[in-house]
């Protein structure tokens, strides 16, 4: 049998598979599998915390099997309050369903709170709007992967445990797509290439990104482009994302001497007369499976305002 304790309870039978006397199964799977809701990284998390015990024993490894015969105790903890607040944001919505939402994410918008942004965040924006996961902590809740402050474009959010478990699994074997257009100083001598180069914290300034070895803390960070649009002095370029490291794409291009246009960290203070919102990246298209149905997912998100002006005027410096 199993017992779950919490304000919202549950009624789950043994399931017939288990009922056999031969049958065992690794705890954490079994306890995912009866309750939905809860996605297996939830229940490890439960299990590792103390939560779960088997036989009146709290267990704290997600590997012990259990089998016909045994009791099995889940306490859910009560759900920590957040302090984050509602707030009624425009959102630009690009995919909505009761799994997951997808947005195109303005310029200075930015995604969750942190130090100096204790609000007016796509968070807050998102919980005047829907329900979000609880994966993700009190102050990210729902959030798969990020945008910088200044990097526009589509961004997916999950409103479900498991819908978040699901695309942070695709993120991680990647099957889902990220493709973004950034403008760059200079026209690279190939069309084409790929930027394979650990990133890590800066070394003296520890609000930047950098290249930094492997073996002095930096991450694997991988990062495939081709050449859109000679404009002049400039380039059009599509970046494909392999990995997601923090400014992936604005460390790798100032690396190869290519930096993003008007980003106010990694391109040295260059000047090009044009009025930007932080750099000319903006996150074009996401490509996903959707977590329930398994249907593949596209979201295009199209070019702001900002960023159609400065390819205006950079063809028209071409001319």
């Not at 690794?26 to 590792?48: E, G, H, M």
């Not at 690279?188 to 394979?196: H, N, Q, Y």
């Amino acid at each position: 049998m199993i017992e779950i304790n919490t304000k919202e309870m549950y009624t789950v039978e043994n399931t017939e598979e288990f009922n056999h006397s031969n049958v065992t199964q690794r705890l954490d799977i079994w306890l995912s599998n009866q309750i939905p809701d809860l996605s297996r990284s939830r229940v490890q998390t439960l299990i590792a915390q103390g939560n779960v015990k088997v036989n009146d024993a709290t267990c704290t490894s997600k590997k012990i099997s259990v089998k016909t015969g045994d009791r099995i105790h889940l306490t859910l903890p009560e759900t920590q309050p957040t302090s984050l607040q509602p707030q009624a944001i425009p959102l630009d919505i690009l995919y909505e369903d009761e799994a997951l939402i997808i947005i195109n994410k303005p310029a200075g918008l930015v995604v969750h709170p942190a130090a100096g942004h204790p609000d007016g965040t796509l968070v807050n924006a998102l919980l005047a709007h829907c329900p979000l996961a609880a994966i993700g902590g009190v102050q990210r809740p729902g959030i798969v992967h990020r945008l910088d402050k200044d990097t526009t474009g589509a961004i997916a959010i999950a409103k479900t445990d498991v819908a978040h478990q699901h695309l942070q699994a695709q993120l991680k074997t990647k099957t889902a797509r990220r493709e973004y257009l950034g403008v760059v100083y200079g026209v690279p001598s190939i069309e084409t290439g790929t930027i394979d180069l650990p990133i890590g914290r800066h070394p003296t300034d520890r609000k930047k990104m950098a290249v930094v070895a492997e073996e002095k803390g930096g991450r694997p960070a991988i990062t495939h482009w081709k050449i859109q649009e000679r404009l002049g002095n400039y380039c059009l370029i599509h970046y494909q994302l392999e990995t997601g490291r923090t400014h992936q794409i604005r460390v790798h291009t100032a690396e190869i001497k290519h930096p993003i246009v008007g980003d106010p960290v990694y391109s040295s203070n260059r000047s090009i007369g044009v009025n930007l919102t932080g750099q000319a990246l903006h996150a074009w298209r996401l490509t996903l499976q959707h977590p329930v149905t398994g249907e593949l997912i596209e979201a295009i998100a199209p070019l702001p305002d900002q960023f159609n002006t400065l390819l205006k005027i950079l063809r028209l410096r071409r001319l």
